[in-house]
Nanobody, 126 residues
Framework: QVQLVESGGGLVQAGGSLRLSCAAS????????MGWFRQAPGKDREFVAA????????TYVDSVKGRFTISRDNAKNTVYLEMNSLRPDDTGVYFC???????????????????WGQGTQVTVSS
């Protein structure tokens, strides 16, 4: 049974930091590209960042470049999202996702990902 379990969310003031984790089980983690998405109330799910199987490639949405860092530890079957200089518009439920597809310029698309976690809430207060 495939499971992606996010943790590390919470309430933080603007300018603060959080580190999200996503632990995978039931899959051969090293064979999957991993992504982070977020969804604010009343909005569509939005791509945040993605990382390739061996960490050679990373991509970010423009709004988080320079503030967020995606990384992974294949020995621990875990992907991370380090978030710094948080802003109120970073608020939302953050989901991790796994893609068995080849790395491509389309890693921003939710359709590339076949497995999803349940999400963790991040709230940034002003």
């Amino acid at each position: 049974q495939v499971q992606l379990v996010e943790s590390g969310g919470g309430l933080v003031q603007a300018g603060g930091s959080l580190r999200l984790s996503c632990a995978a089980s039931g899959i051969s983690f090293i064979n999957y590209n991993m992504g982070w998405f977020r969804q604010a109330p009343g909005k569509d799910r939005e791509f945040v960042a993605a990382i390739s199987r061996n960490s050679a490639y990373k991509t970010y949405v423009d709004s988080v470049k320079g503030r967020f860092t995606i990384s992974r530890d294949n020995a621990k079957n875990t992907v991370y999202l380090e978030m710094n200089s948080l802003r109120p518009d970073d608020t939302g439920v953050y989901f991790c996702a796994a893609s068995g597809n080849m790395w491509s310029p389309n890693m921003w698309s939710p359709r590339e990902y076949g497995k999803w976690g349940q999400g963790t809430q991040v709230t940034v207060s002003s």
